[in-house]
C-alpha cells in the first residue's frame, strides 16, 4: 500500500475546509487531490476530529501487535501439537 503524503491530521483539516466553505472543487484543487482521494477520505474521516485520527491510529497500533502476539501463540500450539503428535 502506499504511504500518503497527508497526514490524518492534514486529512481531517482538508475536510473540515471543504466542510466550512462549501466548495470542495476549489479545495480539492488548492491541495491536487483527486476527486475520488476526496470522497475516499470523506467516508474514512467524515465527521472526525484531529483527535478521533490519533485515537484510531493508536487503535490500529494496538490491534497490529494483538494479532501477532495470537500468530505467535498459534504457531507455538501448533509447534507442541507436533512434537506431542509424535511421541504418542
Known sequence: MRKSRFTDEQIVAILQEAERTGKSGEVIRRHGISRETFYRWRKKY?????????RLRALAEENRQLKRVVADQALNLQVLKDVLGKEW
Open 46 to 54: 467524515g465527521g472526525m476530529q484531529v483527535s478521533d485520527t490519533k
